[in-house]
Structures are given as C-alpha cells and as structure tokens.
C-alpha cells in the first residue's frame, strides 16, 4: 500500500461510526466519561485532517437513537459534553471555513443543547469549506419512517415517488452519499446509521478506539478506499 494519498480520487463525504470509547476507558482502569473527553480530542484531530485532505462532507455519528437507553448519568455528561465543545471550537470552525449541520431527532436533546448546536449552525451557515455533520439522536429506521410521514403528509402520489424525491425527504438532501463509511473499535456493524444512503458506500474498519483515532488513522482509511474498485452493481471494467 502506497503511504500516500491520490488527490484526484479524493472522497466527497466521509461518515464516521465512532466507537469504543467505554472499552478503551476500561482497559485504563477509567471512567466511561474518561474515554469520551479523549474522544473529542479525536474528533478534533478528524475534523482538522479532513480539511487538510480536501474532504467535503464528514458526518459523525455522536449519539444514537439507541443511546438513549443508557444510564441518565452518562447521557447527561455526554450532553454536557457536546454543550462545551461546540462552545470551544466554534471558533476554530469559523476560522477553518467549516459548516456545522446536525442530522437527527433534534428536539428529543436538552434544551441547553439543541441552543449551542443551533448557534454554532447560525454562525457558520456561510461558510464553504467542508460541511461537518454531527449525527445526534439519530438513527437510519427513523429518518426513513420520518420520511415516509413527511411524504404522506405532502400527499405525494404513488407516480411522483422516486430515488431522487425520496432523498429530498432525508435529513441528508442536497448531500452526497458518503463514499466511505468508517467504524472504529473492531465491531464490523452497521448499527443502524445513514441505512439509505450507504447503499454503495464501501466500508472500512480499525481495531483502534475511537479516542486513539487521529488523522493518521483518517488517511490510511482514504488510502485503502482508493485501492477499491467501485463496480456499483456493473461487470468488472479491468
Ligand atoms: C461510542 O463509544 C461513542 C459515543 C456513543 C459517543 C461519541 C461522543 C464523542 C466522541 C464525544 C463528543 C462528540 C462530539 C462530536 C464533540 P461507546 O460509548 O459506545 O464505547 P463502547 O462501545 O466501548 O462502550
């Protein structure tokens, strides 16, 4: 494998599973909370790399629709968590032309949450460099089902449905599928994210947690990417 990467065939959008966080705390003797702090350190390192390796799109799946099963405790502080770094790297995502987006059941998160996310969101609407979304009480099965009702709703009738409609009525229209899809700490999972949009989408998983994640890490995903042959259902072309 060559340690570099082929700028022409760079991918649009990137979505990442980020996980492991608990497991890599545990094997430190750590709290929970412990590997989720890091895990913003790796969120940072990611986010910096992408820019760095003309990304587009980067969408990360940060809470789940799932996730809400888990004990008040940690969702609190993963909340709180959220709250305090989009209040610290608001600045550097305006300095870095990034755009924030967030896709999800946003009215289930706290108050104070769904506030910070739509101020950052207000201040970095114009920018045009990559576009950053955070998936957040979020899950592939409700946007479909959300989608369907929105389109009952609209009345649109059985002729007018198609790919192209249907994709409007996703939280992800006027984004691209993501090319590549990468999940960290050796679960080989959908686990229920971007289910329409990851129809061709080619996958790549790392034993390494989430919180030991770094751009490093980023670029030999889009390396191994680039060495696939992307066929999407046609016969072999070589
Ligand atoms: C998965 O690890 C991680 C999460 C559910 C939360 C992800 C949150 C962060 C990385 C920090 C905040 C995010 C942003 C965008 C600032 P896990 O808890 O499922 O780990 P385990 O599978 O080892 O238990």
Excluded at 168 to 174: A, P, R
Excluded at 210 to 221: C, E, H, I
């Amino acid at each position: 494998m060559t340690d570099s990467i082929n700028t022409k065939k760079i991918p649009k959008h990137i979505a990442i599973t980020m996980d492991g966080n608990g497991r890599w705390a545990k094997e430190k003797g750590k709290s929970r909370m412990f590997g989720h702090n890091n895990g913003v350190k790796a969120v940072r390192d990611t986010v910096e790399g992408a820019v760095e390796y003309g990304i587009q799109y980067l969408t990360l799946f940060a809470f789940s629709t799932e996730n809400w099963k888990r004990p008040k405790m940690e969702i609190d502080a993963l909340m709180s968590l959220l709250v305090s770094s989009i209040h610290d790297e608001t600045k550097t995502l305006i300095k870095n032309n990034i755009r924030l987006k967030v896709i999800g059941n946003i009215l289930q998160l706290p108050k104070k949450c769904q506030k910070k996310l739509d101020e950052c969101m207000l201040l970095t609407k114009d920018n045009t460099g990559m576009t950053l979304t955070l998936a957040l009480s979020y899950s592939g099965k409700w946007e479909l089902l959300n989608a369907i009702k929105n389109i009952i709703k609209d009345k649109r009738t059985e002729k007018e449905i198609s790919e192209e409609l249907f994709q409007q009525y996703l939280t992800t229209k006027n984004v691209p599928d993501p090319e590549l899809l990468i999940r960290t700490s050796g679960e080989h999972r959908i686990s229920n994210f971007m289910l329409w949009q990851i129809a061709y989408s080619e996958l790549y998983f790392t034993d390494k947690k989430w919180p030991d994640f770094r751009r490093n890490d980023l670029k030999n995903a889009i390396i191994n990417f680039q060495t696939r042959e992307r066929r999407f259902g046609k016969t072999y072309t070589k």
